[in-house]
């Protein structure tokens, strides 16, 4: 939460490179958080995994996906404007990293729904936004369909949980 705290107050700011720090740091500490709840023992009941889950696992996988829409708006403030082919290659590689963040938090806690569902709907905003919006990009908006597919297949093909 500090964390969150923390990104909030210097996006306000206007310290957008700090703002890119925070987030990926919370990335990496969220991430290592899900993975130390992965298994919550004998004891854990239903709703407590529903709660852990739900919780940290919605969150993971939303932040997942922010961490590139935080680097891309800095980068638009900062002026960076390539040419259309080049800026739909630099999105296409930030969805596949985004697809391989998602790969490595599934392989180290197992089938996490929640992380799965939430990486995937920020992912379909992409492509909707891309679809739909300005900037328009075909092919990033298809790379970012394919990207929120693959994350649920990822999620499909994981090892149950507790196994």
């Not at 919605?58 to 997942?64: N, R, T």
């Not at 697809?99 to 929640?114: H, P």
């Not at 919006?133 to 075909?138: F, I, N, Q, T």
């Amino acid at each position: 939460m500090a964390l969150n705290a923390a990104w909030l107050l210097v996006t306000q700011q206007g310290w957008l490179w700090a703002s890119v720090a925070v987030i990926v740091v919370l990335v990496l500490v969220l991430g290592v958080l899900v993975q130390r709840l992965a298994d919550l023992g004998p004891g854990a009941t239903p709703a407590d995994r529903v709660v852990v889950d739900g919780t940290f696992g919605l969150y993971l996988g939303w932040v997942c996906v922010a961490v590139c829409a935080n680097i891309a708006a800095t980068l638009v403030a900062e002026g960076v404007t390539p040419s259309a082919p080049v800026a739909d290659a630099i999105a296409v590689v930030a969805l596949a990293v985004v697809v391989g963040v998602a790969a490595l938090v599934l392989a180290r806690t197992g089938r996490r729904w929640t992380f799965a569902a939430a990486a995937a709907w920020g992912l379909a905003w992409i492509a909707a936004g891309r679809l739909t919006d300005d900037p328009e990009s075909l092919v990033v908006g298809v790379a970012a369909v394919v990207a929120a597919l693959a994350v649920l297949a990822l999620a499909a093909r994981a090892r149950p949980v507790g196994a």
